[in-house]
């Protein structure tokens, strides 16, 4: 820097080189490098003070001959390892290979990360599009049904005071009233499906959520199934909707029992770790077709002669609209299902 300036080198460029120069001379140099450094080192502090300004030219010489004395010292190293030059590049082939494997291998990882991610976008894409059309169709035939469903459960009601029990008549008259019973039940799914994102939030004990979805389920539902519960002490509260979060634990329950036809286990397991909190409903009932995995919470889809295909669509509903997730996993037929509810400790609304 500094002999390359001119007859009158700048004096701060001249100090740089100085100090650059003294940081090289702490190294490790053979003799004569480090008389070639001590003489730059003089010739710059002339420079510096202006005493020899025609000096450049012989310091330009000195950096070129310890730069020459440098390289030669390398080369002197290189020859000394005394390693043929064909080891010398199968070593550079095998160190290219690896370095292309290593690209190639993580280029895979991410093609296949993006994959995933897009799959996945897709999926939702076309989830919320059913839900539109979904949302459309309840928002037009909600009330004229929900009024004539009304009128019907009411006749078929006051009917029955009519008829004594026991008759066929009345019987007639109840399989009305629970039919319209589930129409009804169809239809505020339907609403509660498509309706806003607003969530009403607290905080809520996972324990007590759990001990009151369990003793729902026992209430509603006879059955010889033996229901388990692995809840451990101490957990964090949630920030979630109470409503909502006791109604994806007693569906995930109930369906559950009816996986395993009322004789089998069910095991409600809670989980905390890593700011989130999840809910683990396991069976070993008839289990799911892996082909069949990607569709189980699609609007309608149901394995089950009496089952409408709205239970898990609203339960994963849920889930997002508290930003978290439910996840499913099977190994197949006969062999059992674990539906997982995640949800974040922190309150994280997506409405949309």
């Not at 820097?1 to 460029?13: E, I, M, S, W």
């Not at 095998?94 to 370095?99: E, F, G, T």
């Not at 059955?223 to 809840?231: Q, S, V």
């Not at 190994?331 to 922190?346: C, K, Q, S």
């Given at each position: ?13 001249c ?5 650059a ?32 300004p ?11 001959r310890l730069?020459?004395?440098?390289i ?9 390892a ?8 199968v070593?550079?082939l ?6 292309a ?12 990360r ?7 976008l897709?999926?939702r ?13 309840a ?23 009519r008829?004594g029990?026991?008759?066929e008549?009345r ?39 759990c001990?009151?979805?369990v ?7 006879e ?9 451990p ?13 006791l ?10 029992i ?9 095991r ?37 002669e ?11 509903r ?12 099977s ?16 309150a ?5």
């Open positions: 820097q500094c002999a390359l300036l001119g007859a009158v080198p700048d004096a701060r460029r100090r740089e080189a100085r100090r120069l003294l940081e090289l001379r702490r190294r490790e140099w053979r003799p004569e490098s480090r008389a070639l450094l001590d003489r730059i080192l003089a010739m710059t502090r002339e420079l510096a003070d202006g005493r020899r025609d000096a450049a030219a012989e310091v330009r010489r000195s950096v070129n730069k020459q004395a440098t030669a010292r390398v080369g002197e190293e290189v020859r000394s005394q390693v043929p030059t064909h080891r010398r590049a070593r550079l095998v160190a290219a290979c690896l370095a494997l290593g690209g190639a291998a993580m280029f895979a990882w991410f093609y296949c993006l994959v995933r991610e897009r799959q996945a897709e999926e894409v076309r989830r919320s599009e059913k839900l539109g059309a979904i949302g459309t169709l928002a037009g035939i909600a009330h004229e049904i929900n009024n004539p469903l009304a009128t019907i459960s009411m006749s078929a009601e006051a009917l029955a005071e008829i029990p026991g008759t008549e019987e007639y008259l109840r399989a009305i009233q629970e039919e319209t019973a589930r129409c009804r039940a169809i239809i505020g799914d339907l609403s509660d499906l498509t309706r806003g994102g607003a969530i009403d939030r607290e905080p809520v004990d996972p324990e007590e959520i001990r009151e979805a003793r729902i389920v026992l209430r509603s539902r059955t010889e199934a033996a229901l388990e519960t692995e809840i002490e101490g957990l964090p509260l949630v920030s979630a909707d109470r409503g909502k979060l109604q994806v634990l007693v569906n995930l329950l109930l369906n559950a009816d996986a395993t036809e009322g004789k089998g286990r069910v409600l397991a809670v989980r905390s770790g890593n700011g989130r909190i999840s809910f683990g409903v396991t069976d070993d009932g008839r289990g799911i077709d892996p082909d069949l995995l990607h569709r189980i919470f699609e609007p309608f889809f149901t394995d089950r009496s089952g409408v295909g709205l239970g898990l669509t609203l339960c994963h849920i889930a997002e609209l508290h930003g978290g997730e439910l996840t499913v996993e190994e197949g037929r006969g062999r059992g299902a674990t539906f997982t509810l995640v949800l974040p400790l922190e994280t609304d997506h409405a949309s």
